[in-house]
T-cell receptor, first 113, second 115 residues
Framework: QKEVEQDPGPLSVPEGAIVSLNCTYSNSAFQYFMWYRQYSRKGPELLMYTYSSGNKEDGRFTAQVDKSSKYISLFIRDSQPSDSATYLCAMSGRRGSQGNLIFGKGTKLSVKP | KAGVTQTPRYLIKTRGQQVTLSCSPISGHRSVSWYQQTPGQGLQFLFEYFSETQRNKGNFPGRFSGRQFSNSRSEMNVSTLELGDSALYLC??????????????FGPGTRLTVL
């Protein structure tokens, strides 16, 4: 079983839809959770981050962490064509950037006008 | 403040050749990490440099190497290229590499194609 599982999609939705993106993980030590957005031919950009459990909201985006189920979600409300990108979840058990970050393979999202 | 820059953006090489990729971190950042991104394996950690020293290394063969200069700029080198090395190579920088994992910022990547 891989440490982080993410459905690769592709996921296609009409403009204005609510999008739900998810990842599951197996390592109970993970406590830092992130979502990155990656446009074609670009590097990943940080979208949302949470520490430990709970919800976090930023504009149209909401990140949720359920540590009991080892499940994290990203919700996009009122989706726009500009949201079309690949969304990567990432998680880590400790601080630092010395190779502790484990990424999902990404879900490709397409929002149709 | 300028972001992480990587050069070149695209490279085409043939099997057996070697290649050097360059990364300039955000001004003031001293930690540079390298990642390989492929459709099959996703994003995988290669190595991290801090103060010109390799601080951690991922599970890649010795053909993959890197270095960091006194100005924090970093290069990675892949020798004896194989077809499977075709990937997007990403560089990420952070202040000292000890902060929260979300405190590293990615560059646009170098797309390497091995023929």
């Amino acid at each position: 079983q891989k440490e982080v599982e993410q459905d690769p999609g592709p996921l296609s939705v009409p403009e204005g839809a609510i999008v739900s993106l998810n990842c599951t993980y197996s390592n109970s030590a993970f406590q830092y959770f992130m979502w990155y957005r990656q446009y074609s031919r670009k590097g990943p950009e940080l979208l949302m981050y949470t520490y430990s459990s709970g919800n976090k909201e930023d504009g149209r985006f909401t990140a949720q962490v359920d540590k009991s189920s080892k499940y994290i979600s990203l919700f996009i409300r009122d989706s726009q064509p500009s949201d079309s990108a690949t969304y990567l979840c990432a998680m880590s058990g400790r601080r630092g950037s010395q190779g502790n970050l484990i990424f999902g393979k990404g879900t490709k999202l397409s929002v149709k006008p | 403040k300028a972001g992480v820059t990587q050069t070149p953006r695209y490279l085409i090489k043939t099997r057996g050749q070697q290649v050097t990729l360059s990364c300039s971190p955000i001004s003031g950042h001293r930690s540079v990490s390298w990642y390989q991104q492929t459709p099959g394996q996703g994003l995988q950690f290669l190595f991290e440099y801090f103060s010109e020293t390799q601080r951690n290394k991922g599970n890649f063969p010795g053909r993959f190497s890197g270095r960091q200069f006194s100005n924090s700029r970093s290069e990675m080198n892949v020798s004896t290229l194989e077809l499977g090395d075709s990937a997007l190579y990403l560089c990420a920088s952070s202040g000292d590499g000890q902060g929260a994992p979300w405190e590293q910022f990615f560059g646009p990547g170098t797309r390497l194609t091995v023929l």
